[in-house]
């Protein structure tokens, strides 16, 4: 077998390992690899970094685990440039797992380690704290009217951080197209950074969930909360700090203690009765993983209840009912949560109270026929 027969093969299989090309030509490990090398060398000669295209290399280790030198084969590049548009990638919030030298992309989002809010920092053992859900951005049943006056009353009562509970903006997929003006990753997240309500000395911590926007995430393969913040503080928003993928806990620090508050995004559809699956949550916590408070979103519901000693808290919505909904006898309770919480210098929480604002329904018959 000729050289230059094997060097072809090379070129229009750039994917194939040197030892299956030593298997195929019957020529040594050693010498396949020299010759695997020297083409590549070749191709450097020609391709510049603005030629290669980014989502063709993600595509490539899109789950199936790659090497470095392979990726570097089948696009005909550096070890280094392929080093580098891994980065870039991985710096534009695509999902990339590197282990040494090998590299894969899927749709698993690793848990964030816990998030500390020190109390004992403030002076005080109170802290008021503020709780939505489902806002749902970009779709035609959005009440940014409730949003806008739920954050004139946080801004009112001294809030200044806000936990949301997931399903920020309404996403995008076959059966809800005809539900939402804004279409697209981009534009729902640009759309979302300029309409979400801004307030001065307030964080928002903003949970994804494994729909809607999490549907992004599963065609994607894009960590969809890191590349909202991503994109907000490009726009000059320092207020909108990614809160994780589905569950977060939060640390409530006191000096000698402290006390977990959980943000989850729950799943599965709503029960006859309001209480049933925020209860059964708590019931299906191990023991010594309870955390103190759980703050839950995806039911578009309100209810406060206590099992197992657990204050569990469904933060409503502040989107109107959908065809969806409406159709399976879905209720939409359309509101905003304020937490007040005292907390003892060992962190026990002493005192928790919950203030429900509630609004009605006025939107839906509005876009229903249009």
């Known amino acids: 077998m000729q050289k230059n027969d094997i060097e072809s093969y090379i070129r229009n ?69 392929a080093e580098e548009i891994i980065e870039e990638l991985r710096a534009e919030s695509y999902i990339i797992h590197k282990e040494g030298n090998v590299v894969v992309s899927d749709k698993s989002i690793k848990k964030q380690d816990n998030i500390t809010i020190d109390i004992e920092k403030h002076g005080c053992n109170e802290i008021i704290f503020g709780g939505v859900a489902d806002t749902h951005i970009g779709s035609k049943y959005e009440r940014l009217d409730v949003l806008n006056s739920i954050y004139d009353r946080f801004e009112k009562e001294g809030v200044t951080q806000v936990y949301h509970g ?41 949970l994804s969930g494994d729909d809607h926007e999490g549907w992004y995430v599963q065609r994607e393969n894009i960590n969809i909360g890191q590349y909202l913040q991503m994109q907000a503080e490009r726009a000059g928003r320092f207020d909108i700090i990614d809160a994780g993928y589905m569950e977060r806990d939060f640390e409530f620090k006191q000096s000698g203690g402290i006390a977990t508050m959980r943000l989850i995004h729950a799943g599965g559809g709503s029960a006859y009765a309001t209480s049933y699956t925020s209860q059964k949550y708590v019931e299906s916590l191990q023991g010594g993983e309870k955390p103190q408070i759980v703050l839950v979103g995806h039911y578009h519901k309100f209810e406060y209840g206590y099992p197992r000693e657990v204050h569990v808290i469904q933060l409503g919505t502040t989107c109107d009912q959908t065809p969806f909904m409406r159709k399976r006898k879905l209720q939409a309770m359309v509101g905003g949560c304020i937490f007040r919480m005292k907390q003892a210098d060992n962190g026990i929480i002493t005192s928790f109270s919950v203030e429900w604002m509630p609004y009605y329904d006025k939107k839906f018959y509005e876009y229903k026929w249009n």
């Open 13 to 81: 299989n750039p994917s194939v390992g040197y030892r299956k090309v030593a298997e195929l030509f019957n020529i040594s490990n050693w010498r396949a690899r020299m010759i695997k090398m020297d083409i590549a060398k070749d191709r450097l000669e020609i391709k510049t970094p603005k030629e290669i295209n980014n989502k063709k290399v993600l595509k490539f280790i899109n789950d199936e685990a790659r090497t470095i030198i392979e990726v570097a084969n089948a696009f005909g590049i550096s070890p280094k440039m």
């Open 166 to 206: 997931g399903n920020w903006i309404d996403g995008e997929t076959k059966f809800n197209k005809t539900d939402i003006y804004s279409h697209g990753l981009g534009n729902q997240v640009s759309n979302f950074i300029e309409k979400y309500p801004q307030r001065n000395g307030i964080t928002n911590y903003i």
